[in-house]
């Protein structure tokens, strides 16, 4: 019971909002009743292509994310896999049938062309990786794309379509710099109650292109380097790829997207087994995450 109190003790702290610790408990409600959990609407005629950006921690996770794709409700075109060039990589993705994408070839830089420190930490890479992201719209060739990050699998279906919908899937994390980084990129509120930051986004590259348009015209410089700008000496994670985009098409779509339950575990990688230990193990996941911050190694 005291564990539980703190819980709730935390999480209206870390919102300061009665309004918005009423949306968390919403949404702990709705996980508790499997809201979302089981899909009945979804498109598997839909074709998507899939981008996966990964560094060397994560190789050994790859293989499972790759072979854990059959659970996307949708019918996968291509996959793309965006890393520094490495033998290893490149030699995984000549086997498995994957496109390797050279990260600096994306948007011509890498992320020495981003300076992001914060108390002698090097964040430059993290949000490096977040420009990969929004910028899958340069090189896949379906119209939408599922971006993974490349230390999370799944273990059951997961759906990113419904009813010509758009499926953004919430979690029970707040970060607030987050929401500030969204009000000073464009001016307006996130309308979101809910973090959309869950590992995953769908793409759709036309959505894309307005959202960064609008950027360019309100910062009068480069989408990336607005997107850069959110940086700060004092804070660790400023931005997330993932919310800006979702509220971004919530605020001005809101017909052309719905948000679901996050149902996701995180997992120490020393209990990292084979695919369908893993749907066994945690059947009452869509996904789990294998973070290399969580240790276990």
């Not at 870390?14 to 498109?43: I, P, Q, T």
């Not at 992320?111 to 930490?121: F, H, N, P, S």
């Not at 910028?135 to 230390?151: A, C, I, N, P, Q």
């Not at 996130?190 to 995953?200: E, R, V, Y």
Request: contains cysteine; hydrophobic residues 40%; charged residues 25%.
């Amino acid at each position: 019971m005291k564990k539980y109190i703190e819980i709730l003790v935390n999480q209206y702290l870390s919102r300061e909002s009665l309004r918005l610790f009423l949306w968390w408990l919403a949404l702990r409600f709705m996980k508790a009743l499997r809201v979302g959990f089981s899909y009945r609407n979804y498109d598997k005629s839909r074709k998507i292509d899939v981008v996966i950006p990964t560094i060397s921690k994560d190789f050994e996770i790859l293989a499972l994310v790759i072979q854990s794709l059959k659970f996307v409700c949708q019918s996968i075109n291509k996959i793309y896999i965006i890393a520094p060039k490495d033998p290893y990589i490149e030699k995984f993705c000549v086997e498995n049938k994957l496109i390797f994408v050279e990260e600096v070839s994306v948007l011509g830089i890498g992320k020495t062309y981003i300076t992001y420190r914060v108390d002698g930490k090097d964040r430059s890479g993290w949000l490096f990786q977040q420009l990969l992201k929004l910028s899958g719209d340069r090189f896949v060739e379906m119209e939408d794309y599922l971006v993974v990050d490349s230390d999370t699998v799944y273990v059951n279906r997961n759906n990113f379509v419904r009813n010509d919908q758009y499926v953004f899937y919430a979690n029970e994390e707040w970060h607030q710099p987050y929401f500030e980084s969204f009000n000073r990129l464009f001016g307006y509120e996130a309308p979101a109650k809910w973090s959309l930051t869950s590992h995953m986004m769908i793409f759709n590259k036309t959505l894309l292109g307005q959202m960064k348009q609008e950027l360019e015209q309100r910062s009068k410089q480069a989408w990336f380097d607005a997107f850069i700008s959110t940086s700060s000496a004092t804070e660790l994670s400023c931005v997330s790829e993932y919310q800006i985009y979702a509220n971004w098409v919530l605020r001005n779509h809101p017909g052309k997207a719905c948000v679901r339950p996050f149902y996701n575990r995180n997992v120490l990688r020393s209990n990292m087994s084979s695919l369908d230990q893993l749907c066994a193990t945690y059947a009452s996941q869509h996904s789990v995450s294998f973070h290399s911050h969580l240790g276990g190694k």
